[in-house]
Every structure is written in structure tokens, then in C-alpha cells.
């Protein structure tokens, strides 16, 4: 005879899985393709608002950086003898912002892309993973917007990758003394591209798109995880715990330092082997590039201008949610507030 609970063959019974009819998903695909379409716009608007102000702010930080990942061992001493040269060679404004045009006219589409993938990544997790125990408008956990941080990098490298291979090549040409009469090798942006595409197709000019996305994928992952965490933790909560009110402008850019620290520092090692191989004369394997690291300082030959890297993410990050914050509330009052 069988017991409760079992099967008639004398086995435990199988529980069903509880799994959502077939209306219920398009419900949900509905729901979420709606949130997408409400504030996909505004996510672009604001993201593109907040990478300019990355740039204005950063932009100096950026060019020591690359100076220093992409010079031959003993060019420069550090981060202050970077901008010592390059002031005496070029000036201040001009030496400091060389190669700035590339990340001003791209830097609006790829925040903007960004913040936009952003959006849609939590609208995909929402709805491949919603909080079913604490209800549909429960905030998102941390390894939730992680990994939507992760499918925004993803939208993004399309147009990251090729900027990042003319930002890196305009500002490595400042370090080379030309002789008098001589002119630099590229004009402009445009002039990059156009040799490179002339040189090497569109292969050439998207060169390093895969150290792009190994770059971005985790770095955007912890970038919107520590800035939601840290968020959270500095937003005003009532007697229950629950959070009311808004952050101080403060407390955003405090959260937005916070997250671009978080995001150089498992990838930077990426970084510099992805803007060895966007300066290279001629086209190598990701495998030779590590190798060539290695052998020209072991381990530390990865992590050159971290530094400067370090002190632009403070500043450039706080600017970019800073941005971003502020065009959202601009937009919600002039259209009315997000659903």
C-alpha cells in the first residue's frame, strides 16, 4: 500500500516545476518591452550627458595613462613627468587634451549605449529572474544589476573599440619630437580612420574589439553593481529601512567615484594589453602581446599608469553619474516622471 506522499511504486513524489503558462510570458515580454521602449530614450539622453562630462573631467587623467602603457621602458619616470613633457612639447591645453576630439564626438554615443544597455540588461534580468518572493517592483539585487552592467558592455564595444583605436593612436603621436618642418602623422580623428581603413580595412580600424569587451564586460559589471551598492547604502531610509527620498548630488558622485575605482581594478592588466595592440605598428595575437608584457617587466609591466588611471576615476565617474542624475531629473520634470 503506498504512504501519502509517494508515488504507487513506493517512490518519493516528484514535485512539478511551478512554470509560467504560456500567457504569462508574453504578459511579461510585454511589460518589459514597454519599460524599454519608456525609458530606453531617456537612459540615451542621460548616458550621453554623463560620458561628456566624464570627458571634459578625465580626459588629461586618460592621455597620461596611455602615455605610460604605451612607451618604451624608461621614456618617462611617472605620471608627473608625463605632464612635465607634454606641456613643454605641446603646450597645456593642446598637450593635456590631444585626442580628445575622438572621445568628445564618441564618447556621447558610447555613454549613451551604455546606459542604455544598462536599461535593457535590467529589464532581461527582470524578466528572466524577478524577484517573485518580494514582488515585481522590489529593487533589483546586487548580482542582478551586475550582471546587467555585464549585457550593457556588450552594445556598447561596437562603438567603444574603434574610438578607443583612434583616441590611443592621437595620443601616442604627441610623444614623438618631430624635426623641424615635419608634421605629425594624423590630422585628426578622421584622418585616422581613414588610414586605417586604407591600410587594413575595417579589421585595422576595429582592432582590439575583443580586449574591448573582456575589458568592459566584468569592469561594466562592478561599475553599476558598487554604484548601486554604495548608492543604496548612503540613500535616506525611514524607521523600517526603507528608502526614501533622494541622494544629495554629494552622495551621487561619492557612489560614482566609488564605482569607477571598482571598475579598473580587476581589468586594468586588460587595458594595457588592449592599447598595446590598438598602437602597434603591425597587427599581433593577444597571446604575443601578453608575451611581449611579460618579458619587458613581469608582472608590474601590466599595471603601468595605473595611478593616474586611479585618480581619473575618482573625479571622471563622479562626473559621469553626476550627468546622468541630472539629465534624469531634467527629463522627469519636463516629460513627468519615469513609470
Not at 575618482?314 to 513609470?339: C, Q
Amino acid at each position: 500500500m503506498s504512504q501519502s506522499g509517494s508515488s504507487s511504486s513506493g517512490h518519493p513524489a516528484i514535485p512539478k516545476p511551478n512554470l509560467p503558462s504560456s500567457e504569462e510570458v508574453k504578459t511579461e515580454l510585454v511589460a518589459a518591452t514597454k519599460a524599454t521602449v519608456s525609458s530606453g530614450p531617456r537612459d540615451f539622453v542621460a548616458g550621453g550627458v554623463g560620458g561628456i562630462f566624464a570627458v571634459v573631467v578625465g580626459h588629461p587623467f586618460d592621455l597620461v595613462k596611455v602615455r605610460l602603457q604605451t612607451a618604451e621602458k624608461g621614456v618617462y619616470n611617472g605620471a608627473i613627468d608625463v605632464v612635465r613633457k607634454t606641456v613643454a612639447r605641446e603646450g597645456l591645453g593642446r598637450g593635456l587634451y590631444a585626442g580628445v576630439s575622438a572621445p568628445l564626438v564618441g564618447v556621447t554615443p558610447m555613454f549613451a549605449v551604455s546606459f542604455w544597455g544598462y536599461g535593457v540588461g535590467k529589464n532581461l534580468v527582470q524578466l528572466v529572474s524577478p524577484n517573485t518572493e518580494l514582488g515585481p517592483s522590489a529593487p533589483l539585487s546586487i548580482a542582478q544589476i551586475s550582471a546587467a552592467g555585464f549585457f550593457s558592455a556588450i552594445p556598447m564595444t561596437i562603438i567603444t573599440a574603434p574610438f578607443e583605436r583612434v583616441k590611443v593612436l592621437l595620443q601616442i603621436q604627441g610623444q614623438k619630437q618631430l624635426a623641424p618642418g615635419e608634421k605629425p602623422r594624423y590630422a585628426g580623428g578622421f584622418d585616422v580612420v581613414r588610414q586605417l581603413y586604407k591600410e587594413g580595412g575595417i579589421k585595422s580600424v576595429f582592432r582590439g574589439s575583443t580586449m574591448t569587451l573582456a575589458r568592459d564586460g566584468p569592469g561594466s559589471a562592478a561599475y553599476f553593481a558598487t554604484y548601486e551598492y554604495v548608492k543604496r547604502k548612503l540613500t535616506p531610509k525611514d524607521e523600517e529601512g526603507k528608502m526614501k527620498g533622494d541622494l544629495s548630488l554629494t552622495a551621487i558622485m561619492t557612489a560614482g567615484g566609488a564605482a569607477g575605482v571598482a571598475m579598473w581594478i580587476p581589468v586594468f592588466p586588460i587595458d594595457t594589453i588592449k592599447s598595446r595592440l590598438q598602437s602597434a605598428e603591425k597587427r599581433m595575437s593577444i597571446s604575443e602581446c601578453v608575451s611581449g608584457v611579460w618579458r619587458n617587466g613581469g608582472a608590474k609591466a601590466f599595471f603601468p599608469g595605473i595611478g593616474p588611471a586611479m585618480a581619473r576615476a575618482v573625479p571622471a565617474n563622479a562626473a559621469t553619474f553626476l550627468g546622468v542624475e541630472l539629465a534624469h531629473k531634467w527629463m522627469d520634470r519636463l516629460f513627468g516622471a519615469r513609470e
